[in-house]
């Protein structure tokens, strides 16, 4: 899913190069590449993150339930 920044960076670029900013046109598909790829490895981190926070949770609940049942 890209972003209404992406989409804009990269709908641009034909504008700019028709009028001769090849460079700048460049530079705006680079942009949006990278933000791509930064919005991708942030889902990740987030979802490892989310997995590890499940798999502690799970651990806490393991450990509470198990001091229970010694009571």
């Known amino acids: 899913m890209s972003s209404a920044l ?3 960076l990269r709908e641009g670029c034909g504008y700019l ?3 001769g900013w090849h460079q700048t046109a ?3 598909t680079l942009a949006a590449h ?3 790829r930064l919005t ?3 889902q990740e981190l987030e979802a490892q ?3 590890r926070d499940l798999s502690e949770a799970a651990r ?3 450990i ?8």
């Open 34 to 36: 990278e933000i791509e």
């Open 26 to 28: 460049q530079l705006m």
């Open 60 to 62: 806490s609940i393991q």
């Open 49 to 51: 993150t989310g997995q």
């Open 64 to 71: 509470a339930s198990g001091s229970r049942a010694m009571r």
């Open 6 to 8: 992406v989409s804009a």
């Open 40 to 42: 991708e490895r942030v």
């Open 17 to 19: 190069e028709d009028e």
